[in-house]
């Protein structure tokens, strides 16, 4: 089975399974944010959040080559005035599952609408 240059759209835990081992050279997700969108993705709370990513964390480095890269686009949750933990905790379990953690990137968006916050 050959799967260079190819998109596969799914539920990754399903797709991956077709998958060989050591197989995948880059990996690049955006899984929805704790609590957001729940009409288009149905929502995870931030407290099951770690929980509900695991799985499929653990088939990305199933098939991830040893010279692959993974990136997960992911920010926390702030409610009340504070942060919540799930993207710190879940970044400590990957640790633990095998991954290594790198690098944290920002990602300045100029054209996001305006808020609380300035640009």
Same mark, same amino acid.
């Given at each position: 089975?050959?799967?260079?240059?190819?998109?596969?759209?799914?539920?990754?835990? $399903?797709?991956?399974?077709?998958?060989?081992?050591?197989?995948?050279?880059?990996?690049?997700?955006?899984?929805?944010?704790?609590?957001?969108?729940? #009409?288009?993705?149905?929502?995870?709370?931030?407290? $099951?959040?770690?929980?509900?990513?695991?799985?499929?964390? &653990?088939?990305?480095?199933?098939?991830?080559?040893?010279?692959?890269?993974?990136?997960?686009?992911?920010?926390? #949750? &702030?409610?009340?005035?504070?942060?919540?933990?799930?993207?710190?905790?879940?970044?400590? #379990?990957? #640790?633990?599952?095998?991954?290594? !953690?790198? $690098?944290?990137?920002? !990602?300045?968006?100029?054209?996001?609408?305006?808020?609380?916050?300035?640009?």
């Amino acid at each position: 089975m050959s799967f260079v240059n190819k998109i596969h759209q799914g539920d990754c835990e $399903e797709v991956l399974k077709d998958f060989p081992d050591n197989s995948v050279d880059l990996i690049f997700t955006s899984p929805p944010y704790a609590d957001q969108r729940k #009409r288009t993705y149905g929502g995870v709370a931030p407290d $099951e959040y770690v929980d509900w990513f695991l799985p499929k964390a &653990a088939q990305f480095l199933r098939v991830l080559k040893s010279t692959g890269t993974f990136i997960l686009n992911i920010k926390e #949750r &702030a409610a009340n005035g504070e942060r919540h933990t799930y993207v710190i905790e879940l970044i400590l #379990r990957m #640790r633990k599952q095998g991954w290594l !953690w790198t $690098e944290e990137f920002i !990602w300045h968006k100029k054209n996001s609408y305006p808020g609380k916050w300035p640009n």
